[in-house]
Protein backbone atom coordinates (compact mmCIF):
# COMPACT_ATOMS: atom_id res chain seq x y z
CA UNK A 1 0.00 0.00 0.00
CA UNK A 2 1.37 3.28 -0.93
CA UNK A 3 1.58 5.51 2.18
CA UNK A 4 3.40 8.56 2.72
CA UNK A 5 4.20 9.62 6.50
CA UNK A 6 4.73 13.32 7.50
CA UNK A 7 6.84 14.11 10.89
CA UNK A 8 8.83 17.00 12.59
CA UNK A 9 5.73 19.77 12.76
CA UNK A 10 5.43 21.62 16.01
CA UNK A 11 5.67 24.86 18.13
CA UNK A 12 8.57 27.48 16.94
CA UNK A 13 9.20 30.75 17.56
CA UNK A 14 9.00 33.34 15.17
CA UNK A 15 12.52 33.72 13.41
CA UNK A 16 13.58 30.16 14.32
CA UNK A 17 14.12 26.98 11.71
CA UNK A 18 11.96 23.97 11.80
CA UNK A 19 12.88 21.02 9.39
CA UNK A 20 9.67 18.40 8.33
CA UNK A 21 10.61 14.93 6.81
CA UNK A 22 8.18 12.69 4.86
CA UNK A 23 8.53 8.88 4.77
CA UNK A 24 7.50 7.14 1.76
CA UNK A 25 6.39 3.54 1.17
CA UNK A 26 4.90 1.22 -1.13
CA UNK A 27 5.89 2.71 -4.52
CA UNK A 28 9.14 3.25 -6.00
CA UNK A 29 9.80 6.89 -3.95
CA UNK A 30 12.74 7.92 -6.83
CA UNK A 31 10.49 7.95 -9.97
CA UNK A 32 8.15 9.98 -9.11
CA UNK A 33 8.38 13.91 -8.59
CA UNK A 34 7.32 15.36 -4.79
CA UNK A 35 6.14 18.08 -3.30
CA UNK A 36 4.76 20.24 -0.28
CA UNK A 37 1.43 21.90 0.02
CA UNK A 38 0.25 23.73 3.18
CA UNK A 39 -3.47 24.73 4.48
CA UNK A 40 -3.62 26.94 7.04
CA UNK A 41 -6.26 26.89 9.68
CA UNK A 42 -9.41 27.36 8.09
CA UNK A 43 -7.98 28.56 4.54
CA UNK A 44 -7.42 26.85 1.42
CA UNK A 45 -4.48 24.54 -0.57
CA UNK A 46 -1.78 26.48 -1.00
CA UNK A 47 1.39 24.68 -3.21
CA UNK A 48 4.82 25.58 -1.14
CA UNK A 49 7.32 23.23 -3.27
CA UNK A 50 8.32 20.35 -5.29
CA UNK A 51 11.10 18.15 -6.48
CA UNK A 52 11.58 16.38 -9.55
CA UNK A 53 13.09 13.05 -10.14
CA UNK A 54 17.01 12.79 -9.94
CA UNK A 55 16.74 16.39 -7.91
CA UNK A 56 15.62 18.27 -11.02
CA UNK A 57 13.23 20.94 -11.14
CA UNK A 58 13.27 22.68 -7.34
CA UNK A 59 10.60 24.88 -6.88
CA UNK A 60 9.00 27.49 -4.75
CA UNK A 61 6.23 29.05 -4.24
CA UNK A 62 7.10 33.37 -3.98
CA UNK A 63 5.59 33.41 -0.28
CA UNK A 64 8.61 30.96 0.69
CA UNK A 65 11.22 31.61 -1.90
CA UNK A 66 14.81 32.35 0.35
CA UNK A 67 13.23 30.79 2.92
CA UNK A 68 11.91 27.40 2.43
CA UNK A 69 14.69 24.33 0.90
CA UNK A 70 12.83 21.19 -0.82
CA UNK A 71 15.42 17.97 -0.55
CA UNK A 72 14.94 14.44 -0.86
CA UNK A 73 16.81 11.18 -0.08
CA UNK A 74 15.85 8.60 -3.09
CA UNK A 75 18.21 5.75 -1.24
CA UNK A 76 15.81 6.07 2.06
CA UNK A 77 12.49 6.97 0.54
CA UNK A 78 12.31 10.38 2.31
CA UNK A 79 11.20 13.89 1.47
CA UNK A 80 12.59 17.08 3.18
CA UNK A 81 11.51 20.46 3.64
CA UNK A 82 13.68 22.79 5.67
CA UNK A 83 12.05 26.08 6.56
CA UNK A 84 13.94 29.11 8.06
CA UNK A 85 12.84 32.46 9.30
CA UNK A 86 9.26 31.13 10.05
CA UNK A 87 6.82 33.76 10.69
CA UNK A 88 2.58 33.58 11.84
CA UNK A 89 2.20 33.33 8.48
CA UNK A 90 3.66 30.03 7.48
CA UNK A 91 1.33 28.27 10.50
CA UNK A 92 -0.41 25.22 8.65
CA UNK A 93 -0.96 21.68 8.33
CA UNK A 94 2.28 20.80 6.23
CA UNK A 95 1.26 17.65 3.52
CA UNK A 96 3.80 15.68 1.45
CA UNK A 97 2.28 14.71 -2.15
CA UNK A 98 3.54 12.33 -5.06
CA UNK A 99 2.26 13.48 -7.76
CA UNK A 100 -0.01 11.19 -10.57
CA UNK A 101 2.32 9.80 -12.99
CA UNK A 102 0.26 9.14 -16.45
CA UNK A 103 1.93 8.75 -19.55
CA UNK A 104 4.11 11.16 -19.05
CA UNK A 105 4.96 11.48 -15.38
CA UNK A 106 4.56 15.30 -15.24
CA UNK A 107 6.40 17.12 -12.76
CA UNK A 108 3.06 18.57 -12.10
CA UNK A 109 0.50 16.53 -13.34
CA UNK A 110 -2.09 16.14 -10.59
CA UNK A 111 -1.39 15.15 -6.74
CA UNK A 112 -2.17 11.49 -6.12
CA UNK A 113 -1.31 10.53 -2.74
CA UNK A 114 -1.61 12.65 0.35
CA UNK A 115 -0.02 12.15 3.29
CA UNK A 116 -2.15 13.13 6.55
CA UNK A 117 0.15 16.09 7.32
CA UNK A 118 2.12 17.61 10.04
CA UNK A 119 1.10 20.73 12.12
CA UNK A 120 3.49 23.58 12.19
CA UNK A 121 2.76 26.62 14.62
CA UNK A 122 4.78 29.38 14.28
CA UNK A 123 4.40 31.63 17.64
CA UNK B 1 1.16 32.77 -8.58
CA UNK B 2 -1.88 34.17 -8.02
CA UNK B 3 -4.32 31.71 -6.88
CA UNK B 4 -7.11 30.47 -9.59
CA UNK B 5 -10.79 32.16 -8.77
CA UNK B 6 -13.20 29.54 -7.55
CA UNK B 7 -16.71 30.93 -6.46
CA UNK B 8 -17.09 30.47 -2.45
CA UNK B 9 -19.91 28.48 -2.37
CA UNK B 10 -22.22 26.51 -4.31
CA UNK B 11 -25.11 24.30 -4.02
CA UNK B 12 -27.76 21.78 -5.74
CA UNK B 13 -30.78 19.70 -4.32
CA UNK B 14 -30.24 15.95 -4.02
CA UNK B 15 -29.96 14.22 -7.22
CA UNK B 16 -29.39 17.77 -8.85
CA UNK B 17 -26.10 18.80 -10.88
CA UNK B 18 -24.01 21.74 -9.39
CA UNK B 19 -20.76 23.05 -11.79
CA UNK B 20 -18.09 25.21 -9.96
CA UNK B 21 -15.79 27.21 -12.42
CA UNK B 22 -11.92 27.65 -12.29
CA UNK B 23 -11.05 30.80 -13.64
CA UNK B 24 -7.18 31.20 -14.64
CA UNK B 25 -5.12 32.99 -16.94
CA UNK B 26 -3.54 32.03 -20.16
CA UNK B 27 -0.12 31.32 -18.04
CA UNK B 28 -1.86 28.10 -16.07
CA UNK B 29 -5.10 26.64 -16.98
CA UNK B 30 -5.46 27.96 -20.50
CA UNK B 31 -1.75 26.78 -21.68
CA UNK B 32 -1.93 23.46 -20.10
CA UNK B 33 -4.12 20.11 -19.71
CA UNK B 34 -3.05 19.47 -16.12
CA UNK B 35 -5.69 20.87 -14.38
CA UNK B 36 -7.00 19.07 -11.46
CA UNK B 37 -9.73 18.91 -8.98
CA UNK B 38 -9.41 17.73 -4.88
CA UNK B 39 -12.68 16.86 -2.36
CA UNK B 40 -11.83 17.74 0.87
CA UNK B 41 -14.19 16.29 3.28
CA UNK B 42 -14.58 18.06 6.47
CA UNK B 43 -11.77 17.18 8.85
CA UNK B 44 -10.02 15.16 6.41
CA UNK B 45 -7.35 15.39 3.70
CA UNK B 46 -7.96 16.50 0.32
CA UNK B 47 -8.11 13.61 -2.30
CA UNK B 48 -7.95 13.46 -6.01
CA UNK B 49 -11.19 13.22 -8.24
CA UNK B 50 -10.05 14.84 -11.44
CA UNK B 51 -6.71 14.92 -13.25
CA UNK B 52 -5.58 16.29 -16.72
CA UNK B 53 -8.82 18.39 -17.07
CA UNK B 54 -11.26 15.78 -17.67
CA UNK B 55 -10.05 11.82 -16.41
CA UNK B 56 -11.32 10.24 -13.03
CA UNK B 57 -9.01 7.95 -10.54
CA UNK B 58 -10.12 4.42 -9.94
CA UNK B 59 -12.59 4.55 -7.87
CA UNK B 60 -14.11 7.56 -8.20
CA UNK B 61 -17.90 7.92 -8.99
CA UNK B 62 -19.02 8.93 -13.26
CA UNK B 63 -21.10 11.68 -11.38
CA UNK B 64 -17.76 13.74 -11.27
CA UNK B 65 -16.64 14.96 -14.50
CA UNK B 66 -14.47 18.14 -15.37
CA UNK B 67 -13.86 20.32 -18.58
CA UNK B 68 -12.08 23.31 -20.02
CA UNK B 69 -12.85 26.01 -22.11
CA UNK B 70 -9.86 28.75 -22.59
CA UNK B 71 -8.91 29.96 -19.19
CA UNK B 72 -11.56 28.36 -17.19
CA UNK B 73 -11.62 25.17 -16.37
CA UNK B 74 -15.36 23.64 -14.65
CA UNK B 75 -15.79 20.83 -12.27
CA UNK B 76 -19.68 18.96 -12.84
CA UNK B 77 -21.37 16.90 -10.18
CA UNK B 78 -24.34 15.07 -11.43
CA UNK B 79 -26.94 13.32 -8.90
CA UNK B 80 -25.65 15.33 -6.31
CA UNK B 81 -25.70 12.85 -3.04
CA UNK B 82 -25.22 13.96 0.82
CA UNK B 83 -21.59 12.48 0.72
CA UNK B 84 -20.55 15.17 -1.75
CA UNK B 85 -20.85 17.69 0.54
CA UNK B 86 -17.08 19.14 0.55
CA UNK B 87 -15.05 21.51 -0.49
CA UNK B 88 -13.88 21.17 -3.75
CA UNK B 89 -10.48 22.90 -4.92
CA UNK B 90 -8.84 23.33 -8.47
CA UNK B 91 -5.24 23.18 -9.67
CA UNK B 92 -3.29 23.68 -12.63
CA UNK B 93 0.59 23.55 -13.64
CA UNK B 94 1.35 27.18 -13.91
CA UNK B 95 4.49 26.67 -16.52
CA UNK B 96 8.20 27.23 -15.27
CA UNK B 97 7.94 24.26 -12.79
CA UNK B 98 5.27 26.09 -10.67
CA UNK B 99 1.83 24.77 -9.42
CA UNK B 100 -1.05 27.23 -8.34
CA UNK B 101 -4.28 25.86 -6.37
CA UNK B 102 -8.00 27.44 -7.04
CA UNK B 103 -9.27 29.34 -4.09
CA UNK B 104 -11.89 26.54 -2.83
CA UNK B 105 -16.03 26.02 -2.92
CA UNK B 106 -17.67 25.09 -0.34
CA UNK B 107 -20.35 22.41 -1.81
CA UNK B 108 -23.73 22.44 0.37
CA UNK B 109 -26.05 19.71 -0.44
CA UNK B 110 -29.73 21.14 0.26
Known amino acids: QVHLVESGGGVVQPGRSLGLSCSASGFSFNDYAMHWVRQAPGKGLEWVAG????????TYADSVKGRFAISRDDSRGILYLQMNSLTADDTALYYC?????????????????WGRGTMVTVS | QSALTQPPSASGSLGQSVTISCSGTSSDVGSYNYVSWYQQESGKDPKLIIY???KRPSGVPERFSGSKSGNTASLTVSGLQAEDEADYYCGSYGGRFNFVFGTGTKVSVL
Open chain 2, 52 to 54: EVN
Open chain 1, 51 to 58: LGVNRDHQ
Open chain 1, 97 to 113: VRVHCGGDCHWADAFEI
